[in-house]
């Protein structure tokens, strides 16, 4: 099953989540416009298509976004991340840190995106990947409250729909919401809240 038949499975869930309002449209005017921190996959097809969205939504706001890029982006930062083969969670969080103090922003932007060819290898479902994104929030805020007051963490999800002619969205996610609706825990370890297959 190649990522476009894969995704083509998961638009039902796509749209339940939109449905519930798990998945929400992205106001230009409630994001954070004094610059950030992005943890983004570095998908090479799918990485400027974000960031520009990303830009144009925070215009006339302060134009620096902090990035921090590798295979599967914030899926690696849960302690037990099925994506991280080293210790790219803990690499991931002390750049965010570093990236806090030189840049002085006050913002985290976590973009999951589907599909993820990362996400794909390591046979991630789409709701095992939301629910890495919403553990990936809270281990970053737990890290931060160790050293001082946490930033803003958001998470987004960028989806490349297919299956009705090609287009593009990114959406807030709303990870208490989502464990609710797919009765799952929400919580910073994944495997203790990974959905039995
Ligand atoms: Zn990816």
């Given at each position: 099953?190649?990522?476009?038949?894969?995704?083509?499975?998961?638009?039902?869930?796509?749209?339940?989540?939109?449905?519930?309002?798990?998945?929400?449209?992205i106001?230009?005017?409630?994001?954070?416009?004094?610059?950030?921190?992005?943890?983004?996959c570095?998908?090479?097809?799918?990485?400027?298509?974000?960031?520009?969205?990303?830009?144009?939504?925070?215009?006339?706001?302060?134009?620096?976004?902090?990035l921090?890029?590798?295979?599967?982006?914030?899926?690696?930062?849960?302690?037990?991340?099925?994506?991280?083969?080293?210790?790219?969670?803990?690499?991931?969080?002390?750049?965010?840190?570093?990236?806090?103090?030189?840049?002085?922003?006050?913002?985290?932007?976590?973009?999951?995106?589907?599909?993820?060819?990362a996400?794909?290898?390591?046979?991630?479902?789409?709701?095992?990947?939301l629910?890495?994104?919403?553990?990936?929030?809270?281990?970053?805020?737990?890290?931060?409250?160790?050293?001082?007051?946490?930033?803003?963490?958001?998470?987004l999800?960028?989806?490349?729909?297919?299956?009705?002619?090609?287009?593009?969205?990114?959406?807030?996610?709303?990870?208490?919401?989502?464990?609710k609706?797919?009765?799952?825990?929400?919580?910073?370890?994944?495997?203790?809240?990974?959905?039995?297959?």
């Open positions: 099953m190649n990522l476009s038949q894969a995704q083509a499975a998961d638009i039902p869930v796509i749209e339940q989540l939109l449905g519930e309002g798990v998945f929400r449209d106001k230009p005017e409630e994001l954070p416009k004094d610059g950030d921190i992005i943890i983004a570095a998908d090479g097809d799918r990485i400027f298509d974000t960031l520009f969205h990303h830009r144009g939504l925070c215009e006339g706001g302060r134009p620096c976004h902090h921090l890029s590798l295979n599967s982006g914030p899926l690696l930062l849960p302690v037990d991340s099925p994506t991280a083969r080293y210790a790219e969670g803990v690499i991931l969080l002390e750049h965010a840190l570093g990236g806090r103090k030189l840049k002085g922003v006050n913002t985290v932007h976590l973009y999951g995106h589907w599909p993820c060819g996400a794909g290898l390591a046979n991630l479902s789409l709701v095992e990947c629910t890495l994104l919403g553990s990936a929030k809270e281990r970053l805020l737990d890290f931060f409250r160790s050293f001082d007051d946490p930033p803003k963490v958001i998470p999800f960028h989806v490349h729909f297919v299956h009705s002619g090609e287009q593009m969205r990114s959406y807030y996610f709303d990870r208490h919401h989502f464990a609706v797919m009765k799952v825990p929400a919580g910073r370890n994944w495997r203790s809240s990974r959905i039995a297959a």
